[in-house]
């Protein structure tokens, strides 16, 4: 199911949210910190709370919630998770 861009995504600690062909997408961290990692891309990135990421590969992309659980946001495109996602209080 797609989610609507710019709408805050919740992630417990050690979830993942699959991006899907999001080259160009920016990733970015409102709470806690985010585990980024590209197909074929042998360097992940951290990002913490106030950072972003700008996904620079196609192929599948995955964020993951590190250590605790998370508050992100991306923009521009579209974003496709296994289940539907919760919105942010």
Known sequence: MAAPLD???YLKAGE?????DGAG????CVRGYLWITQHGDLE???VGSGESFVL???GLSLVTA????ALLV???GSIIARRS???AA
Do not use: N
């Open 85 to 87: 996602l919760r919105r």
């Open 44 to 46: 992940d990135r951290v």
């Open 7 to 9: 709408t805050p995504v």
């Open 16 to 20: 993942s949210l699959p991006i899907a």
């Open 66 to 69: 590190l250590g605790e659980p």
């Open 74 to 76: 991306v923009q521009p």
């Open 56 to 58: 620079d590969r196609p």
């Open 25 to 28: 997408l920016e990733v970015k």
